[in-house]
């Protein structure tokens, strides 16, 4: 089994992992479910193994025991599992440009001829007032420019970014649209979107409605926390990202701490 380099390894994304007192086990704020005879912090691992074997490349977690040890580990490919004497580094805050090959006028460009029936379909049900047919024929459109596209060009992330503020504007708000304008954000940031206010926007606003729904429903909120703890960290939008910490905290689970 080979024992990667913690230097090569990128700074993000760091999964957690949390054992509680009572022997279960979270990733990222999401119950393990371990197999009949197998140790909760065990199959979380499996589980992180399965990541890492999606991103192509060893990752790091967050180890949190019981009595409040912290390791810092690194996850192989393989399911190796390295502790390391030290914290894993801080990941670097990115800086907004432009992903390589694109231009501000690309972001700009209008879809396709034959993508133009079905969003002057989304245009007229949104000027109509039918959001939900505006927010139906966007995830249709969505989907063929994924297609034909790929997930991170500028026409694919545009409708993205529009049926996130058309589902913001049907309320009342749940958590479903709290996933949906974190997802679109972390897609924005992926893509490097420009224009970089309306990552920020979409952040900001995922944040509110989490806050809200959170409010409601405190384990869904704990679940959909890291990520967009995550993201908020990575934008730098640090006031935000300490008032998720803080609400999180202030919830304390039946039975003690996760």
Known sequence: MSVPEPGHVPARPVYTITVSSTGHATLDGEP??????????????????????????????????????????????????TTLDHPHPAPPREQPVPAPGTAVSDWQQPLPAHHQP???????????????????????????????????????????TLRAWLTLRQQPYDHETAQLLLHTATRRHEARAL??????????????????TARTDPSRGRAASTELLQLLERLGERDRARDVRACCEAVVPQGGAP
Do not use: S
């Open 32 to 81: 393990v479910q371990a197999v009949p005879g197998q140790e909760p912090r065990v199959a979380a691992l499996a589980e992180v193994r399965v990541k890492a074997a999606l991103h192509g490349q060893p990752v790091r977690v967050t180890a949190k025991e019981p009595d409040g040890t912290v390791w810092p580990l690194i996850v192989d490919t393989d399911g190796t599992v």
């Open 118 to 160: 079905l969003f002057e379909h989304l245009t007229a049900a949104d000027r109509a007032g039918d959001l939900v047919a505006a927010i139906v024929t966007a995830a249709t459109l969505e989907t063929a420019l994924e297609r034909e596209f790929g997930p991170h060009h500028p026409h694919t992330i545009n409708i993205v």
């Open 195 to 212: 224009p970089y206010e309306e990552t920020a926007r979409c952040v900001r606003n995922a944040h509110a409605v989490w806050r809200k």
